[in-house]
């Protein structure tokens, strides 16, 4: 009888000790996987991730959006107006406020929303970057042609549409930098879009869960400051 007694106090004693140590184990692996949000834990931002979901409110309305084919861009067009694939577009029409015109007092007036422009007959394209305000730093007017003598230089050539996909039927990469282009939506939806690149679900408000870039990101370096070293001495 005292030998079933120690048995089963043996056995009470393990399955008690397993308990514990169970327990202390399960917690403890909660206490690492868990890293509680205070106002001091840093959140980072990735800028090309963010800037996709700027223009979502806007998603449903391009989907439901009727296509204008009388007034249809195309990469033609697109290309034609750069000096490069990936340069800031130069500006194919008059300035209407004037040559120091900058942000909401003059272009974003048409281009931050976009919409049908009835004086040049044609839909504004959207800026992907409309913080930035200081639109004349990067985009020059078309009124100087006469200035500039014929070269050899060559033009690179574009990105093809459809060729970039990994398999048929898979979602296409994403074939240029994503920087100053985080906004998908402004050149892939609404009636401004290169109809050849025109998305068929601006719906799908977070573009890079499937398009993935092909190429490098561009990361930001530190601000720049000029040196007041004087080099001639």
Partial sequence: ????????????????????????????????????ITNETPVLEIPSEK??????????EYLNMPIDEDHQRSLDTYYNNRAYPGAPPSIPHPLLKGERGMGGNACLQ??????????????????????????RQCHVAQNAKTLFTATNFAKVHPPKVGVNNAFPGSPPMIPHQIQMRENCLSCHA???????????????????QCHVPNNKEVTD?????????????
């Avoid at 004086?119 to 992907?128: I, L, R, W």
């Fill in 190 to 208: 609404g009636p401004a879009a290169p109809k050849e690149i025109r998305v068929t679900h601006p719906d799908r408000i977070n573009c890079r």
């Fill in 51 to 60: 800037a996709v979901f700027t223009r979502s409110e806007f998603a449903l």
């Fill in 110 to 135: 048409c281009h931050q929303n976009g919409g049908f422009v009835a004086k040049f007959n044609a839909y504004a394209p959207v800026t992907p970057h409309p913080e930035m305000i200081n639109c």
């Fill in 221 to 233: 370096t530190e601000i720049f400051t000029r040196s007041n070293k004087n080099y001639d001495e």
């Fill in 1 to 36: 009888m005292r030998k079933r007694l120690g048995i089963i106090s043996l056995f009470s004693l393990l399955f008690l000790a397993f308990i514990i140590i169970w327990n202390y184990s399960y917690k403890t692996g909660l206490k690492e996987a868990y890293i509680p």
